[in-house]
């Protein structure tokens, strides 16, 4: 039986974000279509925003756009000199590229969009939540302005500046809140986890370490997490979750690609981006199949 009220929720991740877009093309091939609610931290609110952009279908897209950032490479969206002249900075990078990414939304369309879009954020100054959605009168009459909520939600600390909406500094979301969609009304919930499964074999104290303090995505997963399994034994809805099909090691293997891209010049002939749509959208199919079995 099909979800007649279905939320998706986005985490984030930075390149591990062509995760959840594996996992939406396998929704939208399954059939799942249509969302009524969409929330997204960090990669996740760009892709969150884009989606709902397209009325919540559009997954082709989504995997177009993470293909040619692939094909430029990394350098695209983090100059290799920006540390050079930013190390002084609060930040190493300039947010050009990501700001071409969040340009590539039409931001009138994503405010007349029947789909509600949720994009978390941390507010700089208190290090709480703060959630700009696309009904924001803020937005009614300025909607380019929901393109700094937007971009605002993907600025890592120390990566990238903070944005200033009004009188205020946001950055990253960090992590995604469950029961807001809830609140919302959806029958069924489509949770996507970009980080990487922690396998005891593949387990890497001192990456995770490394990982949890640059980017705080395994602490922003494992929160979500535990709200999940909170939600999950309170029975208050139903709950699809996706986590990454990497491992830790593979994860380690993906980012250190990533990060030397722009000195070996070329991906493998088929990108690890690639690679990582395909082997979500096959991972998600089995899940879907299991849970949303279709009559013969």
Known sequence: MQPEKPGFILGGGGALGANSVGFLWAAEDYGILNPTYIQGSSVGGIIGAKLAEMGGTGSRVLRDIFLDVERRGPSALFPAYDPIWHWSSTHLFRNRGIRRLVDMIDAETLIRSPVHLDIVTIRDQTESHKYFTNRDPLFQDQPERIKDAILASA????????????????????????????????????????????????????FDSWQKRLFGMSTGDRVAIEELRRLRRAKSSKFVAFRSP???????????????????????????????????????????????????
């Not at 890592?156 to 919302?184: K, W």
């Not at 959806?186 to 996507?192: E, G, L």
């Not at 070996?264 to 959208?281: F, V």
């Open 155 to 206: 600025s890592i600390p120390g990566f990238l500046p903070p944005i200033q909406i009004e009188d205020r500094f946001y950055s990253d979301g960090r992590h995604v809140s469950i029961q807001r969609a809830i609140d919302f009304g959806c029958d069924c919930i489509f949770i996507f986890f970009n980080g990487p499964r922690n396998r005891a074999k593949d387990a890497q104290p001192e």
């Open 246 to 296: 990497w491992t830790t090691k593979t994860f380690a293997v993906m980012e250190w690609r990533a990060c030397t891209d722009f000195e070996r010049g070329e991906l493998n002939k088929k990108g690890d981006i690639e690679l990582a749509m395909e082997h979500a959208y096959e991972c998600a199919m089995n899940v879907f199949r299991r849970k949303f079995p279709k009559e013969i």
